[in-house]
């Protein structure tokens, strides 16, 4: 990483991590993140500014205009190491953690778990 931003406009640029931490994808902005992650827009954009710490189990961050991102930093990068490049103290949550929650809202899941209809023969 070093200075200035070479994707999309200053500050616009958006890194999203896995819950293992790792660097998974650089994107120009907020719309193109949670269009690829299949995520609401509004929800990217809190876990950016810090309002959620994740969102569909994916870390959101903003690289600062002071900072460049390359191609090469994509699965060597910890979500903790550029936080604290950038001066942010944010709490993560464990791997296990959010690997679970994503089991529980499976579409699967929730469709059979709630599903009131009675079996019609």
Do not use: W
């Not at 890194?15 to 995520?39: D, M, R």
């Amino acid at each position: 990483m070093t200075k200035s931003t070479g994707l999309g406009p200053e500050g616009n640029t958006v890194l999203i991590f896995e819950p293992n931490f790792n660097l998974i994808a650089i994107v120009s902005n907020s719309y193109q993140a949670a269009k690829l992650t299949g995520s609401y827009q509004p929800a990217v954009h809190m876990a950016i500014k810090g309002g959620l710490k994740t969102t569909n189990s994916l870390y959101f961050r903003s690289v600062p205009p002071n900072m460049e991102v390359y191609i090469s930093d994509l699965y060597s990068l910890k979500l903790q190491e550029f936080d604290q490049m950038c001066g942010l103290e944010r709490s993560y949550e464990t791997p296990e953690r959010l690997l679970n929650r994503a089991k529980k809202y499976n579409k699967e899941t929730t469709i059979k778990k709630n599903d009131k209809r009675k079996n019609l023969k």
